[in-house]
């Protein structure tokens, strides 16, 4: 293997752009000049690392695919995960990384040999985020959406009332009186229902079975105006076909009274008997 020098390195990254590198690992295992780029590892330990590399041109597959004697260019997209053993190490400056691999395409024209020159001039017009946003799952790409806090609630803890809660089958109730468990569902109507002695929020969900839980005093209110929208919708809707149901009536009647006014108009007298 030649002899490669850290001012040869410091060369070539000089004349490569968009903050690609000379790959100094690349060279020590395989002896081959390719240039990479990173982004800075995150919070959970990840970061991506793009790859410019030549490889043979084949035609067929497998062990029968024959070389055609040119070097193809591709660009190589890996995602690395440092390793809970890695995190775990008091060494900072050794860290083991599991490595998953992106996606790749070919760029460039077909070169008869790999010339590293040829890769220094391709990174002035390679922009490493523009690599990753094609390469990167859409998920990835979007930007983090902010997540509502989720209300901690204590099952455990003792009912009052004003406290309301849902049963399985949808109906919204509100506890009015704690003395005979009267309770008040959103439609205005009253029932008693049963919750022995216990008087926690986990006694009355077992007591409307399935599906039930406790609606925390923001959620109902946000639930009464969606009810109240509806309500008002199907009035609305309802006023609407009232007054076409009406308009159409009136037309019938008018249609009526022009008919028997047609009839009486055309109607022969009556001739008398001589």
Same mark, same amino acid.
């Given at each position: 293997?030649?002899?490669?020098?850290?001012?040869?390195?410091?060369?070539? @990254?000089?004349?490569?752009? @968009?903050?690609?590198?000379?790959?100094?690992? /690349?060279?020590?295992?395989?002896?081959?000049?390719?240039?990479?780029?990173?982004?800075?590892?995150?919070?959970?330990?990840? *970061?991506?690392?793009?790859?410019?590399?030549?490889?043979?041109?084949?035609?067929?597959?497998?062990?029968?695919?024959?070389?055609?004697?040119?070097?193809?260019?591709?660009?190589?997209?890996?995602? *690395?995960?440092?390793?809970?053993?890695?995190?775990? +190490?008091?060494?900072?400056?050794?860290?083991?990384?599991?490595?998953?691999?992106?996606?790749?395409?070919?760029?460039?024209?077909? =070169?008869?040999?790999?010339?590293? +020159?040829?890769?220094?001039?391709?990174?002035?017009?390679?922009?490493?985020?523009?690599? *990753?946003?094609?390469?990167?799952?859409?998920? %990835?790409?979007?930007?983090?959406?902010?997540?509502?806090?989720? $209300?901690?609630?204590? $099952? !455990?803890?003792?009912?009052?009332?004003?406290?309301?809660?849902?049963?399985?089958?949808?109906?919204?109730?509100?506890?009015? @009186?704690? !003395?005979?468990?009267?309770?008040?569902? /959103? /439609?205005?109507?009253?029932?008693?229902?049963?919750? $022995?002695?216990?008087?926690?929020?986990?006694?009355?969900?077992?007591?409307?079975?399935?599906?039930?839980?406790? *609606?925390?005093?923001?959620?109902?209110?946000?639930?009464?105006?969606?009810?109240? =929208?509806?309500?008002?919708?199907?009035?609305?809707?309802?006023? $609407?076909?009232?007054?076409?149901?009406?308009?159409?009536?009136?037309?019938?009647?008018?249609?009526?009274? !022009?008919?028997?006014?047609?009839?009486? %108009?055309?109607?022969?007298?009556?001739?008398? +008997?001589?």
């Amino acid at each position: 293997m030649a002899k490669l020098t850290w001012a040869q390195v410091k060369k070539y @990254n000089e004349e490569m752009e @968009n903050g690609w590198q000379f790959s100094v690992q /690349n060279w020590s295992y395989w002896g081959e000049k390719t240039a990479e780029q990173r982004t800075e590892q995150d919070e959970n330990g990840v *970061l991506y690392e793009a790859t410019l590399r030549f490889r043979d041109e084949r035609i067929g597959e497998g062990y029968r695919a024959k070389s055609t004697g040119r070097q193809l260019l591709f660009v190589k997209v890996n995602k *690395l995960t440092e390793t809970e053993t890695s995190r775990e +190490s008091a060494d900072s400056t050794c860290k083991m990384y599991r490595v998953e691999f992106i996606g790749e395409k070919q760029i460039g024209e077909p =070169q008869s040999r790999r010339m590293f +020159s040829y890769i220094q001039k391709m990174t002035k017009t390679l922009d490493f985020s523009e690599i *990753l946003a094609e390469f990167l799952p859409k998920e %990835q790409k979007e930007e983090p959406q902010e997540v509502a806090e989720v $209300e901690e609630i204590d $099952e !455990n803890s003792a009912i009052c009332e004003g406290m309301t809660f849902v049963d399985g089958s949808g109906d919204v109730f509100t506890i009015t @009186n704690l !003395n005979s468990m009267s309770v008040e569902f /959103n /439609n205005g109507e009253r029932s008693l229902y049963d919750f $022995e002695t216990s008087r926690t929020i986990k006694a009355i969900k077992n007591a409307l079975g399935a599906g039930s839980y406790y *609606l925390p005093t923001g959620k109902k209110e946000e639930q009464t105006e969606t009810s109240e =929208q509806e309500q008002t919708t199907t009035k609305a809707t309802q006023s $609407e076909e009232t007054a076409t149901a009406e308009e159409m009536t009136t037309e019938e009647e008018k249609t009526t009274e !022009n008919g028997t006014d047609e009839a009486t %108009q055309h109607t022969p007298p009556t001739q008398s +008997s001589a």
